[in-house]
């Protein structure tokens, strides 16, 4: 089954302690962090994609530009959506959003490839062995 463009996936999760910039390290402020942001976008992206893919593939995250707009208090709950815009061979593109319950939090793009999981482990367990 080929991926369509606007194929969409949505994550969501809730604002807690320990994911806060303070608990990850990417600041000092109880507010929902960017890399935890950034994690629920790819996660909507990659949950996009099941449908579409054969027992023996996955997709990786390769590329991210976004920016993060405005800061979420613990206690709120914030959510990802990705929206397939471009399909080139095993290469997909994704306009991808975040929000809290107040509005939008970031935007931005994101691209990730299809892969088999067996050879793209066995790949990166070959630099064990350089």
Do not use: C
Not at 20 to 30: I, Q, R
Not at 53 to 61: F, H, I
Not at 74 to 80: C, L, P, R, Y
Not at 115 to 129: D, H, N, S, V, Y
């Amino acid at each position: 089954m080929s991926i369509s463009v606007g194929a969409v996936g949505t994550a969501s999760t809730v604002v807690t302690p320990e994911n806060t910039a303070a608990a990850v390290g990417s600041g000092s402020l109880p507010v929902f962090a960017t890399p935890y942001m950034i994690a629920l976008m790819e996660n909507a992206a990659s949950t996009s994609l099941l449908p579409y893919l054969a027992a023996d593939e996955g997709t990786v995250g390769t590329h991210l530009d976004v920016a993060h707009t405005s800061a979420t208090p613990i206690g709120m709950k914030v959510w990802a959506d990705a929206v397939v815009t471009a399909v080139d061979g095993k290469k997909i593109t994704f306009e991808v959003s975040a929000f809290d319950e107040a509005g939008e939090i970031g935007r931005g793009t994101h691209e990730r490839f299809i892969i088999r999981p067996e050879k793209f482990l066995a790949k990166a367990q070959g630099k064990l062995t350089r």
